[in-house]
C-alpha cells in the first residue's frame, strides 16, 4: 500500500465508482499508452510535459462533452460509459484507437487521474476531459484539441 493520501470524493459511493471505472476503462487505455520514462524516486502525483506547452486553441475547443470532442479529432465516437460522474466514448481510426472521457466537475476528473496513476502513461487532459491514446496519436490530438499531457509513468516509485 501507498503512503501517499490520495484525493478523495465527498462520499465512499464516489470512490467505490472511480475503481470500478478504473477497472472496466483502464486495461483498453493501457494498450495505448507508452510505459517508458519511468523514474524512481518521484512522486505519484501527475506531471505536465513541460517540453510542450498547451496549444493556443485550448480555452476555445476544451468543451467538457464526449461527442464534440470526438467531432474535433474526426472521429465517429461510440458511447461506451454514460454514467452521473464520466462518459467515455470509444474513437476507432485508420491512425489508432482511442478514449475520450468527459467528467461534469474537475474534482471528478482528478479522481480518474489518481485511479489511473497506478496503470501509469501518458494522456491528453483538458477541462474536464481526458483522452487516453496511443502515443503516436497524442500529439496530433493535442493539435486539434488542445489541452496538456499529463505523465503518470511515475506512479510506481511510491509502491
Not at 61 to 70: R, S
Not at 72 to 90: F, P
Not at 94 to 117: N, R, V
Request: net charge neutral; glycine share 6%; with cysteine.
Amino acid at each position: 500500500m501507498s503512503q501517499q493520501q490520495p484525493r478523495r470524493p465527498s462520499s465512499r459511493r464516489g470512490v467505490a465508482l472511480a475503481a470500478l471505472l478504473t477497472a472496466v476503462a483502464l486495461p483498453l487505455a493501457t494498450a495505448c499508452t507508452s510505459d517508458s520514462g519511468t523514474d524512481s524516486g518521484k512522486k505519484a502525483s501527475p506531471s505536465v510535459s513541460e517540453s510542450m506547452p498547451a496549444a493556443p486553441v485550448a480555452a476555445v475547443v476544451a468543451p467538457a462533452k464526449v461527442e464534440v470532442i470526438a467531432k474535433l479529432t474526426g472521429c465517429e465516437v461510440t458511447i461506451r460509459t454514460d454514467a452521473k460522474e464520466l462518459r467515455e466514448g470509444v474513437c476507432h481510426t485508420a491512425d489508432g484507437d482511442y478514449l475520450i472521457t468527459t467528467f461534469p466537475e474537475e474534482k471528478y476528473k482528478l479522481i480518474w487521474l489518481d485511479s489511473a496513476a497506478i496503470y501509469g502513461g501518458k494522456y491528453l487532459v483538458g477541462t474536464k476531459w481526458v483522452i487516453s491514446a496511443p502515443p503516436k496519436l497524442q500529439e496530433s490530438l493535442r493539435q486539434k484539441v488542445g489541452g496538456t499531457f499529463e505523465d503518470l509513468n511515475d506512479h510506481d516509485a511510491q509502491n
